[in-house]
């Protein structure tokens, strides 16, 4: 047995390494047509290239071999190397299926981790490696050891495992119990995780009515699956996977960025479990910083942000970098700058594109930090904030409907983030339950509310933290989103409650206006007795504070909602108004002007999912159809709280 053998059979035994070998032998008798065509689909989807013709592909940890003969099919000259012996004669068996004695298609024994095995590959035009790197035990010395492999200008494609924090720890004891098992007794463990994972699924899809898109998920798995397995070989090789090492989006790109390499393609599923896939194209030498927002990240100064580089220098006003690329972003909000995670406050570019990045620190101190410039709206969150049930607390803020998580359908996520004593909170768009039942810093942007539990599961009304809201309102999105508000006038609305007009404008007498901010209704401009305005009764005072972007005061029509209200189900009632049926909310995009008031008080946030209307309520509402279903603020009978309901109708 050589040597390299011998160390994996050691590990195996100790329970210490996973054979994946063993699974990928038992998947190959089951490989069809059907599975290789789909790895080349997705090969060639993920590369963005039709062919690989001419061109030179590393298999790194090639396991059943179905990638290396996506790519040989696709045209490339394969190298597939496997320190596992059982997927090594998996990856052998695959060529001599389809390639026999091919020239173009090596296939060896070998680590990643062999720096001497490695130096005598030389560099290659696709360097790939799919779920590999994080199974070394050494994933940061696997992630060093292949970025001289990428010639300059070609791409590498990995997949590293997401962390998601105790979620993950918890699998690292699993997949240990797992590989610490007899044969038998590990494969009824695994059976009892995998019942345990897919009743939760399945629970979830038959309170949904959708128990057969869960069925298909095992029948269809081959074609659902972005690496041709079945779902049983699947979560055998999740559950069995030793080494388990993880990294976050964020972390993943930031360790290749820092060497030269920009992202070119992202599959992200930092919000679940399952691995983040990169693709990353080489364009400068080993330390060269190449600056890469993150699509989608789950930290602002990284989907938002510009890096401030080097080189560092002290002047008399402290130390400054350059910012080479102006951030992403609204020009109505300031600039903004996070170091290490850390809201240092707002910052000045100057023109030679200079930005201070710390009054007092040595230049060596602040060239380690990470410093990023975001372009964004700072929010103070004043209490009190509304325990939900568990460690979830709840913070309304109607004037971000508009950018909720989902808003508008599809896979949008806001970008709002929470910060407490100036740190980011760490996980948005979290599932409620999962902030309900983990809290620590989970967070979530849904309809007018901020869900957010903090770091400590702590109450915030009382901890005496400092908690904002930094909004990266897009450069492309108007507050007057809506299509009734774009016709208003800029205002400006004080905290006392006075309205100023950006234009001198005399207003109709017999017209009632009122005053939107964000798409949110603030309140009802009425005379102040001296030829101004000012915000009727309980609109008025700091409840709103916006900072940076106008309000507009848009003259509406006014009309009750008529009694008797429906209840559809749960808390959400219908008011008919068939009359209105052509501005209403439709799935090919249109979106409602129409905002309900409650005895003088706005009702939001607008356009809230039917499902989370009946399950939530709060006011939340939606204009659909030729109707208005809604809610009330405190789950009431609408019918029985001798409240007046108006829809106010902007005027176009």
Request: aromatic share 10%; charged share 25%.
């Amino acid at each position: 047995m050589s040597s390299l053998s011998q160390q994996f059979q050691t590990e195996v035994d100790s329970g210490d390494r996973f054979s994946f070998g063993k699974n990928w032998a038992r998947f190959l008798a089951r490989l069809n047509d059907d599975r290789i065509d789909l790895a080349v689909k997705s090969l060639s989807a993920f590369l963005k290239i039709d062919s690989l013709q001419g061109k030179t592909f590393l298999d790194i940890g090639s396991g059943s071999g179905l990638f290396s003969l996506a790519a040989r099919r696709l045209g490339a000259k394969v190298h597939s190397f496997d320190y596992d012996p059982d997927s090594f004669g998996c990856t052998q068996e695959l060529r001599r299926r389809y390639f026999a004695n091919d020239p173009d298609w090596k296939v060896e024994r070998g680590s990643v981790l062999d720096r001497e095995y490695l130096e005598k590959l030389g560099q290659f035009d696709v360097v790939y490696s799919w779920g590999v790197l994080h199974h070394t035990g050494q994933m940061h010395q696997a992630f060093k050891n292949v970025k001289p492999l990428v010639k300059m200008g070609g791409t590498l494609f990995i997949a590293i495992y997401n962390d998601l924090g105790d979620a993950t720890d918890q699998w690292q004891r699993i997949k240990e119990r797992y590989n610490a098992l007899p044969k038998t007794a590990a494969l009824v463990y695994a059976m009892s995780i995998i019942a345990r994972e897919e009743w939760r699924e399945l629970r979830r899809h038959l309170a949904a009515g959708t128990a057969s898109q869960w069925l298909n998920t095992w029948r269809d798995y081959a074609n659902i699956s972005r690496r041709g397995m079945s779902r049983w070989h699947d979560w055998i090789d999740w559950i069995g996977g030793l080494p388990y090492e993880r990294a976050t989006v964020e972390e993943t790109i930031d360790i290749f960025a820092e060497d030269g390499f920009r992202l070119n393609n992202l599959f992200d599923c930092s919000a679940g479990y399952g691995c983040n896939e990169f693709a990353f194209i080489r364009e400068a030498e080993l330390g060269t910083i190449i600056d890469t927002p993150v699509p989608g990240g789950n930290s602002m100064a990284r989907r938002f942000g510009r890096r401030v580089i080097g080189p560092f220098e002290r002047r008399s006003e402290g130390v400054v970098g350059f910012l080479p690329a102006k951030p992403l972003g609204s020009d109505r909000c300031e600039l903004l700058l996070i170091s290490d995670g850390e809201l240092r406050g707002p910052v000045i570019v100057e023109a030679d594109s200079s930005v201070i990045v710390d009054a007092g620190s040595s230049v060596e101190a602040a060239t380690r930090r990470k410093h990023y410039v975001v372009c964004a709206e700072r929010i103070t969150l004043d209490a009190p904030f509304r325990q939900a049930r568990g460690a979830m607390w709840v913070r309304s803020a109607p004037e971000l409907a508009a950018i909720a998580d989902h808003s508008g359908g599809g896979e949008r996520r806001s970008p709002v983030f929470l910060f407490e004593n100036g740190s980011q909170l760490p996980r948005p768009h979290t599932t409620h339950e999962d902030i309900v039942n983990s809290g620590k810093g989970r967070f979530s942007h849904w309809g007018g509310d901020l869900y957010f539990a903090t770091t400590d599961n702590s109450d915030p009304n009382t901890n005496g933290k400092i908690y904002e809201a930094l909004v990266a309102w897009p450069d492309d999105y108007h507050h007057e989103v809506e299509a009734g508000l774009k016709h208003g006038l800029p205002a400006t609305v004080a905290p006392t409650g006075e309205i100023t007009l950006d234009t001198a404008v005399k207003l109709a007498p017999d017209e009632r206006h009122f005053v939107f901010h964000r798409s949110a209704l603030v309140g009802e401009a009425v005379s102040d007795g001296r030829g101004g305005l000012v915000l009727a009764g309980p609109s008025r005072g700091p409840s709103l504070r916006p900072v940076g972007g106008k309000s507009v005061l848009v003259a509406c029509n006014v009309t009750p909602l008529q009694r008797p209200f429906a209840q559809v189900r749960g808390h959400m009632w219908e008011a008919r108004c068939p009359d209105l049926a052509s501005i209403a909310d439709d799935v090919a995009g249109s979106v409602s002007p129409i905002r309900l008031v409650r005895n003088g008080q706005a009702l939001g946030p607008a356009h809230t999912p039917h499902d989370l209307i009946a399950a939530e309520g709060r006011g939340s509402f939606s204009h659909w159809s030729g109707s208005v279903l809604f809610s009330t603020p405190d789950r009431s009978d609408p019918n029985h709280d001798e409240a007046e309901y108006l829809m106010l109708i902007p005027k176009v």
